[in-house]
């Protein structure tokens, strides 16, 4: 069992850059694959970036590739999700995930992200 809470959403100006960070309470969070996704409003969630292993393996959506940058730490059992070049379409809700047995489990609440242009 492991609880998940984001932080670090807000309102940022396009071609900002804001960290998210999600920590856990329970299991050590190397021990799940993570993952971070979005919903924006009218839209279904989508994938954004993964983590296994803390580092041992990172997979992007190709919409975020090259900006966004998914990373752990072990000592704080947070997982971070560091976006640059923001776009407007990058405004949603961001959730953090982890993952057991092949499937994301356990989320958190989700934190607000605004890009205004």
């Known amino acids: 069992q492991v609880q998940l809470v984001e932080s670090g959403g807000g309102l940022v100006q396009a071609g900002g850059s804001v960290r998210l960070s999600c920590v856990a309470s329970g299991r050590t969070l190397s021990y799940y694959r993570m993952g971070w996704f979005r919903q924006a409003p009218g839209k279904e969630r989508e994938f954004v970036a993964a983590i296994s292993d803390f580092g041992g393996s990172t997979l992007y959506a190709d919409s975020v590739k090259g900006r966004f940058t998914i990373s752990g730490d072990n000592a704080k059992n947070t997982v971070y999700l560091q976006m640059n070049s923001l776009k407007p379409e990058d405004t949603a809700v961001y959730s953090c995930?982890?993952?057991?047995?092949?499937?994301?489990?356990?989320w958190g609440q989700g934190t607000q992200v605004t890009v205004s242009s």
């Open positions: 995930a982890a993952a057991e047995h092949g499937s994301y489990k356990y």
